[in-house]
């Protein structure tokens, strides 16, 4: 992979964003850009979850009807699904049909709404590692860390489906946990 491309607005990214508006507008705009909240969070781990062996470009263009179908990501809402949601979600093309997946979500979403406010936010950043070196080419970006295998952990532990260490790494980078725009990226940190 490439670690650095020009743009054809002359603004130079990570390799990865490529030529495509929506992952350009998605870099600048959201990737490793702090997010906090529990809604933001479990929508977050959720599509995490859908994105595990696909693009992320795809959830992406999915996201919208993602949003739709689960009625914003509130986990109060998404835990009361039951099996004639379920079905119907398989039959929705305007999203990933994946039964494991699907049934994950609505499961997490119980695990959140038995949490108290904030507890899901607190619990997530609390893995965020103290420094981090941001990597100079995209071949020093890892697919999982110490940090990442931790927090995999404990949400399985605490019942959650679909947050592998790689998976949950996506989640630190995407979330800001992490910086990984890879230097000379006009993100990148110092």
């Not at 030529?19 to 906090?36: I, S």
């Not at 990442?148 to 489906?161: C, D, I, N, Q």
């Not at 992490?178 to 993100?187: E, N």
Request: with cysteine; charged share 25%.
């Amino acid at each position: 992979m490439i670690d650095l491309l020009t743009g054809p607005d002359g603004v130079t990214r990570c390799g990865w964003v490529g030529d495509d508006p929506e992952y350009r507008r998605y870099h600048d705009e959201e990737w490793g850009t702090e997010l906090r909240g529990d809604r933001p969070l479990f929508e977050k781990v959720s599509l995490e979850g859908f994105q595990a062996g696909l693009s992320w470009i795809t959830i992406l263009r999915k996201r919208p009807r993602f949003r739709e179908v689960f009625h914003g990501f509130e986990p109060a809402v998404v835990a009361a699904f039951g099996p004639e949601d379920v079905d119907r979600l398989l039959q929705d093309a305007g999203i990933i049909r994946h039964r494991g997946k699907i049934e994950a979500v609505i499961g997490n979403a119980g695990i959140v709404a038995g949490m108290a406010d904030g507890e899901l936010d607190a619990l997530l950043w609390s893995f965020a590692p103290a420094t981090h070196v941001p990597p100079r080419t995209f071949a020093e970006v890892p697919a999982v860390t110490p940090s990442s295998e931790a927090m995999s952990r404990e949400l399985r532990r605490r019942g959650f489906r679909f947050v592998g260490p790689t998976t949950m790494y996506a989640l630190m980078q995407s979330a800001g946990m992490v910086d990984d725009h890879v230097a000379g990226c006009w993100r990148a940190g110092p």
